[in-house]
RNA sequence: GGGCGUGUGGCCUAGUGGACCAGGGCGAGGGGUUCCUAACCCCUAGAACGCGGGUUCGAAUCCCGCCACGCCCGCCA
């Protein structure tokens, strides 16, 4: 991690590394330039320029990239793809591209290969400590995620929030993004009523033991107490206990001062531990962003005459909603008693965002979906630019069982998952102790990388699929530390801090290339300069899982020059050019890794 | 009932129009360390890419229908 937190300390400097910053980013020079000479040559054949069909071709051909863009004109042209793609290539003097070496063709592919300028820039790129990261856009974007509801102990099922929502804010920091990270906090709902009720009701004597003692364990034991009363309670009580309730959101709707301080005793108890347990993850926040800050400071209210003003505004069954024509269902913005809904906030919250933002991404559950595209059509209503606010939504952690619930007890905390891991890495790490050739292990040594190892797996694990597929939760799978894992991905890290250990003022500040011949060190140089347009994928697309599949990619095309090709033990010359490479390795899967919040360990 | 999402070897997963008659992993079987950490590598077996139509020179990928699973359709959040 030290690796790149120096890259981060670099960024204020970026705009004077222009020309530094440039040649960090070979693969994405080289499409960039492909992408023009490729339309000029279809200019001058006088052919359509605008679908170039510019791909990455199989791992069994020598290009780096190559344009399918035969298939599609040989029908206007008249001829076979193969003939098209040929008069294309004889088209482009590759004399006259920095990075390409020569244009051919294969069939109807055009395919383009890597010049020698393009290997050697891409070496002395990869060993600079930020490499990966793109050059500031002077944008500011708001990443929100997690934002559950404070009423208790993070449990497994929400997991992925923090875990996928601190990847796309990392992601969109190595991507030249001015990032914030954002929990909303829900203190103004009716459960958070009801825990207030039940926390200044209930006698701690009658509760059971706390699961852990901290803060939300202990706190949720009320919580729960006061559902049970309310579902199984005798008619009478629950009708005192929901006069209550109602007063305290009335309370809060009013503006109280008594109200909110009390609400929020229980509110930042809870949260406390919460913030203690994402953490662990590591999961941090630039802000807390309470709902009740837009009822106190008026927000909501202005909010609400604004939607009255709309067309679409209509006044149903003494409540206001909005009668909005792509949705079948109503959005009811102002109760019957007067109240605001939880969207008439969060979308007082929203404006305040593009206020303050240029974009916003929201990291939300699927059950999210119909809110956040009612929200997205009345914020656009209300003048918003909401092309501004994109959602990435995820699929529930699930046990075979059935859902998780902080309300009903059922579930797997995250302290509990993180805490198993952490002591199953240990044992791994101690089972391997006799069979270590290098470096000895203190205690220290052992808890580090079993912290590393551990809570790695379990954030790779989430981080490295598909958010919009569902995860049914087994411990075995979840803790998996074999192959397709984080470990996998940080061994070969180590490995690389393992060579270069003892050796590291030998690395060469500008390697040469001549002495890297092999296939394998050729692929391997292939692979890291992808890395650059990686990160720009991944943060266009909001796909961290894409950084996961590359790491897991690298790793592998370490693995297999790691085993042809010795670098400590090879002739000076080459010793010092796979220094390099083995340097740029680390730099690499360092700052992938960082970027999808994977320590990396430097020993295991 | 309607909307959204997911469906890839026994299990998990990548790929979402082109060189892929599908790439990994787990599990199964076999092999590899006098040599920079074997949390590794190599080999073998195993797939009608949910089913049926269609569009296209070309479909796991796009369109239509169907099936299965998940989520949503509250004056809850």
Redesign the pocket.
């Known amino acids: 991690m030290s690796v790149s937190r120096t890259a981060c300390d670099g960024r204020g400097f970026v705009t004077h590394l222009l020309p530094a910053a440039k040649a960090r980013r070979m693969f994405l020079q080289l499409r960039a330039e492909v992408e023009d000479a490729l339309a000029n040559a279809l200019t001058t054949l006088d052919l359509p320029a605008e679908d170039l069909?510019i791909?990455?071709?199989?791992?069994?051909?020598d290009?780096v990239?190559?344009?399918?863009?035969a298939?599609?004109l040989?029908?206007e042209v008249g001829t076979a793809?193969p003939n098209v793609a040929g008069d294309i290539a004889d088209a482009i003097d590759a004399d006259d591209l920095t990075y390409v070496s020569d244009v051919t063709t294969?069939?109807?592919?055009v395919?383009f290969l890597p010049s020698e300028a393009y290997f050697a820039e891409t070496l002395q790129s990869v060993t600079e400590d930020g490499f990966g990261r793109l050059p500031d856009r002077d944008t500011s974007v708001v990443v929100e995620h997690t934002s559950a509801?404070p009423t208790g102990p993070v449990h497994v099922g929400r997991a992925r929030n923090p875990i996928i929502g601190d990847a796309v804010a990392r992601v969109l920091d190595y991507a030249g993004y001015d990032v914030d990270r954002h929990y909303y906090v829900?203190d103004?709902?009716?459960?958070?009523a009801v825990f207030t009720w039940a926390y200044e009701t209930f006698d701690e004597a009658d509760l059971p033991e706390p699961e852990r003692e901290s803060p939300e364990y202990e706190m949720v034991r009320y919580y729960r107490k006061g559902n049970t009363v309310l579902e199984d309670g005798d008619p009478d009580e629950v009708e005192d206990v929901e006069a209550e309730i109602q007063s305290i959101l009335q309370g809060l709707e009013d503006g109280d001062e008594e109200t909110y301080e009390r609400v929020a005793e229980v509110v930042d108890t809870v949260l406390g531990g919460m913030q203690t347990t994402l953490g662990r993850l590591p999961a941090e926040f630039d802000e807390f962003v309470k709902?009740t800050r837009f009822m106190r400071n008026g927000d909501t209210d202005d909010l609400v005459d604004r939607l009255k003003e709309l067309d679409c505004a209509v006044y149903?069954?003494?409540?206001w909603?909005l009668d909005l024509s792509d949705f079948?269902?109503?959005l009811?913005f102002l109760?019957?008693?007067g109240?605001?809904?939880?969207?008439t906030r969060d979308l007082a919250h929203h404006e305040w965002k593009f206020e303050n933002y240029d974009r916003a991404v929201t990291v939300l559950?699927?059950?999210?979906?119909?809110?956040a595209d009612q929200l997205d059509a009345a914020l656009g209503l209300l003048g918003n630019d909401t092309d501004q606010l994109r959602q990435v939504?995820y699929?529930?952690v699930?046990l075979p069982e059935?859902?998780m619930s902080t309300r009903e007890g059922t579930g797997i905390d995250l302290d509990d998952l993180l805490d198993e891991a952490i002591d199953r890495?240990r044992e791994?790490?101690e089972s391997?102790l006799d069979?270590?050739?290098?470096?000895d292990l203190d205690a220290d040594d052992i808890d580090r990388?079993?912290r590393q190892?551990g809570i790695g797996?379990v954030r790779y694990d989430i981080v490295?699929?598909?958010p919009?597929?569902?995860?049914?939760f087994e411990w075995d799978?979840a803790l998996?530390?074999?192959?397709?894992?984080a470990?996998?991905v940080?061994?070969v890290h180590?490995?690389c801090?393992?060579?270069l250990?003892d050796v590291e003022a030998d690395i060469p500040e500008e390697p040469a290339l001549g002495p890297l011949s092999e296939p394998e060190e050729r692929d391997l140089l292939r692979e890291l300069a992808r890395f650059p347009a990686v990160i720009e994928a991944a943060a266009d697309d909001l796909?961290p899982?894409?950084v996961a599949?590359y790491t897991?990619d690298l790793?592998?095309t370490f693995?297999?020059?790691?085993?042809?090709?010795?670098?400590?033990?090879?002739d000076d010359e080459t010793r010092a050019a796979?220094l390099a490479l083995v340097d740029g390795t680390r730099t690499t899967i360092a700052n992938a890794l960082d970027a999808l919040g994977v320590e990396a360990?430097?020993?295991?």
């Open positions: 069909g791909e990455e071709p199989p791992e069994d051909v290009a990239l190559a344009s399918s863009v298939f599609r040989a029908g793809p294969q069939g109807p592919y395919n509801n829900n103004a709902g009716r459960q958070i709902e149903e069954e003494d409540a909603q079948e269902k109503n009811v109760r019957s008693d109240t605001s809904l939880y969207t559950g699927e059950d999210h979906k119909l809110q939504f699929s529930w699930n059935g859902g890495a791994e790490v391997r069979d270590r050739t290098r470096g990388i079993a190892v797996a490295s699929k598909q919009t597929k569902g995860i049914t799978r998996d530390f074999e192959a397709q894992s470990p996998y940080q061994y180590a490995r801090c393992g060579i250990g796909t899982h894409t599949t897991r790793a592998e693995n297999a020059f790691y085993r042809e090709c010795p670098v400590l033990d090879a796979r360990p430097t020993s295991m």
